[in-house]
Structure formats: C-alpha cells, structure tokens
C-alpha cells in the first residue's frame, strides 16, 4: 500500500484536493479505512503488511468491489450459456422487474 507524504508546500489547491486521497465521504467504506488507519498507526509501515494486511484487504475490496464485479461476470456467463445451450429462451434471460411503484 503507498503511504502519503505531507506536500513541501500547502496551498489551496492542497487543502481542495486533501479529501480525494481517503474515503471518509465513501458510506460503506469510511470505517474499514478508520481501522486501517488505527492499525498502521498501531504497528507503523514496517509491520503494516503482516498486522494490517486483512484491514488492507478489506479496504480494498470494499473500494474496488473486484469479488462484487467477478460474480457479476460468472453470472453473466451462466445465463449465455443457459441461452445458448437452449435451457432458457433469450426473452427469460433475465428475471422481470417488480410492478412500478413498488418496493
């Protein structure tokens, strides 16, 4: 993981742009990053990967979403698959949507 170094010079634009670099605004993702931050702090860059790294990793998947996309894709692949070996027609290949105006 890249550790952020404090810029030489602060200006505006650093103090604009200092939000893009944590995920605080993230409403999944603010307190996995809170835990990483009290790990790193905890056990410092040395240690960091070995202590922190589930922390680091749940982090991660929690921003990229790469398991969320990977099943989406296997999904995918199913249902052409089931469409094109005959066990679904083409019009079944996804469920209907729920009437309108309902939750």
Do not use: W
Not at 91 to 100: E, F, G
């Amino acid at each position: 993981m890249d550790y952020q170094i404090t810029p030489l010079i602060k200006t505006p634009f650093t103090d604009i742009f200092a939000n893009l670099q944590n995920f605080q605004n993230h409403p999944k993702c603010a307190m996995r990053e809170l835990a990483l931050v009290d790990c790193l702090e905890a056990y410092g860059p040395q240690n960091a990967e070995v202590k922190c790294g589930v922390l680091m990793r749940d982090l991660r998947e929690c921003v990229f979403r790469s398991k969320q996309r990977q099943r989406l894709i296997i999904m995918r692949e199913e249902r052409d698959r089931q469409v094109s070996d005959g066990e679904r027609e083409r019009a079944d290949k996804y469920a209907k949507p729920p009437p309108m105006d309902t939750y």
